[in-house]
């Protein structure tokens, strides 16, 4: 009897033990995230790479566990969901939660459908969602997937970094001696990542593990995840075939060249008779080149509307330019086939070239791989040597000047089979995009009027042209109030205006407003502050605690120009000294004069960046440092 008793006592123990752990590890977590709801308990990642049918196959195998720390949790962190796509298909998966007294309560309703992308009109990517059950403190959600890679060159990268807390994180890559496997370590804090590598047999396995990692934190003015998440790009450089023979595969961008060659080698065989009528009309008694250039992509940029439709592998292989030109619409490859084939036809020499958005830090000096590129456009070469870039998915973008989010991207572009040419995008000077804002005021029993002019180039110039070309007469009144909003909330616009008749390269806004309560008149004394906007107001980065890039549309100089006409039978008492400040990073000028009868306020903003970096934050908070005590000078004008 005794023997039976210990036996039962013992059985008690075994199953209570995983109970005691999960609650320690419970309370472990929640001292080291206070104020976190869930954490990345772990995840794994394991890729096994083979030899089928003379390809390269890849499987892989993962799993995710979340921990909820809080009983507040399931209201709003249950939801979980998983993707896939053609190149990428999940054949096995199944969900779970196990519950703080080690129950497991299966996942039973799981809802697939397509995953709208706000760029993309239809893609395959196909998005799995579901709901863990019996969510608590302490409970674990635990996901399995095996995936099977179908492209052996479209292997995706492993991220370690979540908008949640990770304590373990880890990926592992198993593949036999005939196959070279490379890797780069990309992102933030890549110290982290631990690396070893064994050998056992025929098999090598590398391994790669981040522990305890911080929330991912989000900025809205922070590039791509890819900039600064830590992660793993993997690649199958060649292998060796069942003959012995060895096949180069990603080696370098001699193979990437030839990967994306056999894109296009097949299409655009003739043009049709609707296509070449259409070329021959638009370059009727044009006689150069870069007038030739210009009228087919504005006529491109006019006629084929961008709608990105992508499907296995068209989403790779641009459609023949006779079909765009009939459908009118394509996406970015079909953008750049008929592009391509119109200029070729019209004399003007035009490239297929593949490049990669600023949304990724990729280049192909460095890593020749699909992942550079996302994009696809067109090039022609006017001069030897001298490329300008065209981007038939941006209707408004002007000739001459490359898309804003292409500025300093490498380019891939196709000379012929096996000639290619890597040449990095020009990024505009800050004085090809300005904005020049002049505001005239005078004084009004109730406050000021004036009117208001904005004068724009550039990519200013461009995205503005963007915004009215799609917007409703009421969405338009809207936008510009709000654009020329200054001063106070009491700010009214009576009129307002869009030039017309003006080149597609400037745009002029202008608008006549009043601004009540806004100066203040004690007795026979008028005091204003002309520093109706303030800039950067609230624009301060948190350093050093900040450690994500911030990123910039593009470079450029503003320049606002109030300029207050002073009453008849007054006299300036009172004028700001002005300043002005830059830094390694960036500088104002703040300027009052006057002249006559007006009071002139210069303010000048200059920015010549796209990137700025984590060691630039605090050159940065210095210019604001010394730009925010001028918003609080104001003039005084006096009865004479």
Same mark, same amino acid.
């Given at each position: 009897?005794?023997?039976?008793?210990?036996?039962?006592?013992?059985?008690?123990?075994?199953?209570? #033990?995983?109970?005691?752990?999960?609650?320690?590890?419970?309370?472990?977590?929640?001292?080291?995230?206070?104020? &976190?709801? =869930?954490?990345?308990? +772990?995840?794994?990642?394991?890729?096994?790479?083979?030899?089928?049918?003379?390809?390269?196959?890849?499987?892989?195998?993962?799993?995710?566990?979340?921990?909820?720390?809080?009983?507040?949790?399931?209201?709003?962190?249950?939801?979980?969901?998983?993707?896939?796509?053609?190149?990428?298909?999940?054949?096995?998966?199944?969900?779970?939660?196990?519950?703080?007294?080690?129950?497991?309560?299966?996942?039973?309703?799981?809802?697939?459908?397509?995953?709208?992308?706000?760029?993309?009109?239809?893609?395959?990517?196909?998005?799995?969602?579901?709901?863990?059950?019996?969510?608590?403190?302490?409970?674990?959600? =635990?996901?399995?997937?095996?995936?099977?890679?179908?492209?052996?060159?479209?292997?995706?990268?492993?991220?370690?970094?979540?908008?949640?807390?990770?304590?373990?994180?880890?990926?592992?890559?198993?593949?036999?001696?005939?196959?070279?496997?490379?890797?780069?370590?990309?992102?933030?804090?890549?110290?982290?990542?631990?690396?070893?590598?064994?050998?056992?047999?025929?098999?090598?396995?590398?391994?790669?593990?981040?522990?305890?990692?911080?929330?991912?934190?989000?900025?809205?003015?922070?590039?791509?995840?890819?900039?600064?998440?830590?992660?793993?790009?993997?690649?199958?450089?060649?292998?060796?075939?069942?003959?012995?023979?060895?096949?180069?595969?990603?080696?370098?961008?001699?193979?990437?060249?030839?990967?994306?060659?056999?894109?296009?080698?097949?299409?655009?065989?003739?043009?049709?008779?609707? #296509?070449?009528?259409?070329?021959?009309?638009?370059?009727?008694?044009?006689?150069?080149?870069?007038?030739?250039?210009?009228?087919?992509?504005?006529?491109?940029?006019?006629?084929?509307?961008?709608?990105?439709?992508?499907?296995?592998?068209?989403?790779?292989?641009?459609?023949?330019? +006779?079909?765009?030109?009939?459908?009118?619409?394509?996406?970015?490859?079909?953008?750049?086939?008929? #592009?391509?084939?119109? #200029?070729?036809?019209?004399?003007?020499?035009?490239?297929?070239?593949?490049?990669?958005?600023?949304?990724?830090?990729?280049?192909?000096?460095?890593?020749?791989?699909?992942?550079?590129?996302?994009?696809?456009?067109?090039?022609?070469?006017?001069?030897?040597?001298?490329?300008?870039?065209?981007?038939?998915? *941006?209707?408004?973008?002007?000739?001459?000047?490359?898309?804003?989010?292409?500025?300093?991207?490498?380019?891939?572009?196709?000379?012929?089979?096996?000639?290619?040419?890597?040449?990095?995008?020009?990024?505009?000077?800050?004085?090809?995009?300005?904005?020049? *804002?002049?505001? %005239?005021?005078?004084?009004?029993?109730?406050?000021?009027?004036?009117?208001?002019?904005?004068?724009?180039?550039?990519?200013?110039?461009?995205?503005?042209?963007?915004?009215?070309?799609?917007?409703?007469?009421?969405?338009?009144?809207?936008?510009?109030?709000?654009?020329?909003?200054?001063?106070?909330?009491?700010?009214?616009?009576?009129?307002?205006?869009?030039?017309?008749? &003006?080149?597609?390269?400037?745009?002029?806004?202008?608008?006549?407003?009043?601004?009540?309560?806004?100066?203040?008149?004690?007795?026979?004394?008028?005091?204003?502050?002309?520093?109706?906007?303030? %800039?950067?107001? $609230?624009?301060?980065?948190?350093?050093?605690?900040?450690?994500?890039?911030?990123?910039?549309?593009?470079?450029?100089?503003?320049?606002? =120009?109030?300029?207050?006409?002073?009453?008849?039978?007054?006299?300036?008492?009172?004028?700001?000294?002005?300043?002005?400040?830059?830094?390694? =990073?960036?500088?104002?000028?703040?300027?009052?004069?006057?002249?006559?009868?007006?009071?002139?306020?210069?303010?000048?903003?200059?920015?010549?960046?796209?990137?700025?970096?984590?060691?630039?934050?605090?050159?940065?908070?210095?210019?604001?440092? $010394?730009?925010?005590?001028?918003?609080?000078?104001?003039?005084?004008?006096?009865?004479?």
């Amino acid at each position: 009897m005794k023997r039976i008793r210990f036996s039962i006592l013992s059985l008690v123990v075994f199953f209570a #033990l995983p109970v005691v752990l999960q609650a320690q590890k419970l309370e472990e977590l929640k001292k080291r995230y206070p104020g &976190q709801d =869930v954490v990345l308990l +772990n995840a794994s990642a394991h890729y096994r790479i083979s030899i089928r049918d003379n390809e390269p196959y890849v499987e892989s195998r993962e799993n995710e566990q979340l921990m909820y720390l809080t009983t507040t949790a399931a209201t709003y962190m249950s939801r979980y969901s998983f993707t896939q796509s053609s190149f990428h298909e999940v054949v096995e998966y199944d969900a779970y939660t196990q519950t703080p007294d080690n129950k497991k309560i299966k996942v039973a309703n799981f809802k697939t459908a397509d995953l709208r992308s706000g760029s993309v009109f239809y893609d395959d990517v196909k998005e799995t969602k579901f709901d863990f059950p019996a969510v608590a403190a302490g409970a674990i959600g =635990v996901l399995n997937q095996k995936i099977i890679h179908k492209k052996g060159f479209l292997l995706p990268p492993h991220y370690f970094g979540r908008r949640i807390p990770v304590v373990n994180n880890e990926m592992t890559i198993s593949f036999p001696k005939g196959i070279s496997v490379k890797y780069q370590l990309r992102g933030l804090e890549t110290d982290k990542i631990q690396f070893t590598e064994t050998k056992k047999g025929n098999e090598i396995v590398y391994k790669f593990r981040v522990k305890d990692l911080e929330p991912v934190q989000y900025y809205p003015d922070a590039p791509g995840n890819s900039y600064y998440s830590p992660h793993v790009l993997f690649y199958i450089e060649k292998y060796t075939n069942s003959e012995g023979k060895e096949i180069t595969y990603l080696a370098d961008a001699d193979a990437l060249y030839q990967l994306n060659y056999s894109f296009i080698k097949n299409i655009n065989k003739e043009m049709g008779p609707e #296509l070449k009528r259409i070329v021959d009309s638009l370059t009727d008694g044009l006689t150069a080149q870069e007038d030739k250039a210009r009228r087919i992509y504005q006529w491109v940029q006019e006629k084929i509307k961008y709608i990105a439709f992508e499907d296995g592998m068209e989403g790779f292989i641009p459609r023949d330019a +006779n079909l765009v030109c009939s459908r009118r619409y394509g996406d970015c490859k079909d953008m750049s086939s008929i #592009l391509t084939v119109m #200029l070729n036809a019209a004399g003007v020499p035009a490239y297929y070239t593949w490049i990669g958005t600023r949304s990724l830090p990729y280049a192909y000096s460095e890593t020749p791989l699909p992942i550079v590129a996302n994009h696809m456009i067109c090039a022609i070469e006017l001069k030897k040597d001298e490329f300008i870039f065209l981007d038939g998915t *941006d209707a408004t973008c002007l000739f001459g000047l490359p898309s804003s989010h292409i500025q300093g991207k490498e380019a891939m572009i196709a000379m012929g089979p096996g000639q290619y040419k890597i040449v990095t995008v020009p990024t505009p000077p800050k004085t090809v995009n300005m904005l020049v *804002d002049s505001c %005239f005021l005078q004084f009004t029993d109730e406050g000021v009027t004036g009117t208001i002019t904005q004068h724009m180039s550039g990519y200013f110039s461009i995205n503005t042209r963007d915004v009215l070309n799609y917007y409703s007469e009421k969405e338009k009144e809207d936008y510009l109030k709000n654009r020329f909003k200054r001063g106070s909330n009491k700010f009214h616009i009576s009129q307002y205006n869009i030039a017309e008749k &003006q080149g597609r390269e400037q745009v002029t806004l202008s608008a006549n407003f009043e601004l009540q309560n806004y100066a203040r008149k004690l007795g026979d004394e008028w005091y204003i502050n002309l520093n109706l906007l303030k %800039f950067y107001e $609230h624009q301060e980065i948190d350093y050093p605690k900040r450690k994500i890039p911030v990123e910039f549309s593009y470079r450029f100089i503003k320049r606002y =120009v109030t300029v207050l006409t002073i009453p008849d039978g007054y006299k300036v008492t009172f004028l700001p000294k002005g300043k002005s400040y830059k830094n390694n =990073v960036w500088g104002f000028v703040m300027e009052y004069e006057q002249k006559g009868n007006q009071v002139i306020l210069t303010q000048e903003f200059h920015n010549d960046h796209l990137l700025l970096n984590p060691d630039q934050f605090k050159e940065w908070n210095e210019v604001l440092e $010394h730009l925010f005590p001028q918003y609080k000078e104001s003039i005084s004008i006096s009865k004479i």
